[in-house]
């Protein structure tokens, strides 16, 4: 069963229609938006400040998510896909964005709307990667603009897969 715990008078608050694996850490101050998958491995660390995360996001295995204490926050919008083995630390991750395997996001970052962060970038303190635009490397750096149709309709698919492979899992638990 997954490790749901209040820390500072915070209790996390999930929404309907969730797959939270059952070996995630799910601490504090998290709100979790309506179908949503918390992957094996998981932590979402909000002990210090806040995480908010919309719906139909999918956070993959072995991801941290954490902040500052009193100085950084981490939003994650709607459909939005973080891969295996990403930190994001008190970042924003727009609507429909794609965080690739590896990936570090850091404190006060902002990733656009439909952006992608290439696997295993480090996305530095305070970066604004614009939405519909692939950044990469280390430091992350810009590398191209993308179709937001194209890459909009790509995201959404990937957040629709694991909405299903969520699934799969709730199925074996009933």
Known sequence: MAIIKSVRGFTPQIGEDCYIADNASIIGDVVIGKGCSIW??????????????????????????HTLYQKSVSILGDHVTVGHNVTIHGAMVKDGALIGMGSVVLDHAVIGEGAIVAAGSVVLSKTVVAPNTIWAGV??????????AQTREMNIRIANDYHMYAGWYKEEEE
């Open 139 to 148: 430091p992350a750096k810009y590398v191209k603009d993308v179709d937001p």
């Open 40 to 65: 094996f491995g998981t932590v979402l660390r909000g002990d210090v400040n806040s995480i908010r995360i919309g719906n139909g996001t999918n956070i993959q295995d072995g991801t941290v998510i």
